[in-house]
Every structure is written in C-alpha cells, then in structure tokens.
Nanobody, 115 residues
C-alpha cells in the first residue's frame, strides 16, 4: 500500500501563490499517473491536474494556466504550483494516483484563499 502525505497548504490572499507537495512512501509510485484532487465544502472531490510517467500533463479548465503539476521520481514527490489563486480555489487538496487508489487517500492539505 502506498502512503501519501500532502503538505504546503495555508491561507493566502487572492492573487497569491502556494506550492503543495505530496510524498509517496512506496516504489510503485514511479509507475503511476499521479493526480491532484480537491474537495470544497459541500462539493464532490474533483480532479485538478495529472502527471503521467511520460511527463504529459492534464489540467482542469478552472485551473489551466494558473497551476503547474510536476514530479520528482528520485524523491517520490509530486508538486502542485498554484499561482494567481482565487477564492474559488479554496478546498482541501489531495494527491493520489489517477485513477485513484481508494485506500491510499491521505489527510489532504487545506488551501484557503481570501478575497
């Protein structure tokens, strides 16, 4: 089982930036497409971005041009650089494989963007 630990969230003003990190504890991580997901209060969890083992990326329309996903295979870490943040980006952010491994969801990291 892969353990995923997210960090880097916080409170930021609109227009600000944050960089999220996701550390994976198991070697199979290297073989997976990894994704960042988010869940806002009262809403379903949604996919934000993915990064394949071949370094192809996908972004949800709502974050395209503002967020950048990357990964470091040597350290088993996935990053999400978030720029020009908006209040509607407020959510708990999670990382997982894509498609997700259900028993590998971590606690997530809270991102709050004030207007």
């Amino acid at each position: 089982q892969v353990q995923l630990v997210e960090s880097g969230g916080g409170l930021v003003q609109a227009g600000g930036s944050l960089r999220l990190s996701c550390a994976a504890s198991n070697r199979p991580f290297r073989l997976w497409t990894m994704g960042w997901y988010r869940q806002a209060p009262g809403k379903q969890r949604e996919l934000v971005a993915t990064h394949t083992t071949g370094s192809s990326t996908y972004y949800a329309a709502s974050v395209k041009g503002r967020f950048t996903i990357s990964r470091d295979r040597d350290t088993n870490t996935v990053y999400l650089q978030m720029d020009n943040l908006r209040p509607e980006d407020t959510a708990v952010y999670f990382c997982n494989a894509n498609p997700p491994v259900e028993d590998s969801w971590g606690q997530g990291t809270q991102v709050t963007v004030s207007s």
